[in-house]
Nanobody, 122 residues
Framework: QVQLVESGGGLVQPGGSLRLSCAAS????????MAWYRQAPGKQRELVAA???????KYGDSVAGRFTISRDNTKNTVYLQMNSLKVEDTAVYYC????????????????WGQGTQVTVSS
């Protein structure tokens, strides 16, 4: 059974930074693509960033240049470094295990974490 546990959320002022972590268990992490999604109140869940087993990365248009996804296969953990945070980045952030295809499309699997709240406010 796959388990994904997110951490690192919190309250931060606009322009600040946060680093989210997602610890995975129950699968062969090194061959999984991983992704971060977010969902703001009243909005659909959207892809923030994804990373393949070979470290190919994909970013959503609204976070490109500000957020960085990375992975540590020795720790079965994927990270999301978020810089220059904006009020509109406020959302619950979720970790997902899936597949990043060669065309750059990410295909989410059924495994999701419980989410971690990120609030950007002055």
């Amino acid at each position: 059974q796959v388990q994904l546990v997110e951490s690192g959320g919190g309250l931060v002022q606009p322009g600040g930074s946060l680093r989210l972590s997602c610890a995975a268990s129950g699968s062969i992490f090194s061959i999984d693509s991983m992704a971060w999604y977010r969902q703001a109140p009243g909005k659909q869940r959207e892809l923030v960033a994804a990373i393949s087993p070979g470290n190919i990365k994909k970013y959503g248009d609204s976070v490109a240049g500000r957020f960085t996804i990375s992975r540590d296969n020795t720790k079965n953990t994927v990270y999301l470094q978020m810089n220059s945070l904006k009020v509109e980045d406020t959302a619950v952030y979720y970790c997902n295990r899936g597949r990043l295809g060669p065309s750059g499309t990410y295909y989410p699997d059924k495994d999701w974490g419980q989410g971690t709240q990120v609030t950007v406010s002055s």
